[in-house]
Antibody
């Protein structure tokens, strides 16, 4: 069964840092581009960051560029998101998602909640 | 930036048809994907490349795309279809763009 499981969310103060992880199983992780997508409370889905299968291509939404860093470890079947200089507006459920041809996301993980508050 | 606009909500009686629209400039020239998102659960891809269905998705879910509007149609609506639905495209400058989302309520 293809599965993605996020972890690492929690409560952090403004200006703080947090590292999210996504453990993949059931497929050849090293063959797929991976993404992070978030949903703030009461809001819609927002793409955050993308990394290619070999980490050769990385991209970020303007809202997190310079503060967040995406990475992956294909030997560990894991995806990461290092979040620095966190702001209240970064409060959201963060999902990892596998990217398929045509830039679609399937499947998604269950998400991990990040709350930025003093 | 590229914007995808969805109506905020759609209400439909069980057994009827729900149509969810996604408006964007010349969206007909792009591949549109649709996701179902229930509270507390992972989003699920229900239609990709305008009108294709992933394995396991009922035939009741169908899609179309032309001009400035893409449409997700849910036929013979069931209580379990109640969820938020999002369209999504890839755009050269904005990369992965999601619609504003539509809440489907089954009466």
């Amino acid at each position: 069964e293809v599965q993605l499981v996020e972890s690492g969310g929690g409560l952090v103060k403004p200006g703080g840092s947090l590292r999210l992880s996504c453990a993949a199983s059931g497929f050849t992780f090293s063959s797929f581009n991976m993404n992070w997508v978030r949903q703030a409370p009461g809001k819609g889905l927002e793409w955050v960051s993308s990394i290619s299968s070999s980490s050769s291509y990385i991209d970020y939404a303007d809202s997190v560029k310079g503060r967040f860093t995406i990475s992956r470890d294909n030997a560990k079947n894991s995806l990461y998101l290092q979040m620095n200089s966190l702001r209240a507006e970064d409060t959201a459920v963060y999902y990892c998602a596998r990217e398929w041809f045509g830039h679609r996301f399937d499947p998604w993980g269950q998400g991990t909640l990040v709350t930025v508050s003093s | 930036s590229y914007v995808l606009t969805q109506s905020p909500s759609v209400s439909v009686a069980p057994g009827q048809t729900a149509r969810i629209t996604c408006g964007g400039n010349n969206i007909g020239s792009k591949s549109v994907h649709w996701y179902q998102h229930k509270p507390g659960q992972a989003p699920v891809l229900v239609v990709y490349d305008d009108s294709d269905r992933p394995s396991g998705i009922p035939e009741r879910f169908s899609g179309s795309n032309s001009g400035n509007t893409a449409t997700l149609t849910i036929s013979r609506v069931e209580a379990g279809d109640e969820a938020d639905y999002y369209c999504q495209v890839w755009h050269s400058s904005d990369h992965y763009v999601f619609g504003t989302g539509t809440k489907v309520t089954v009466l």
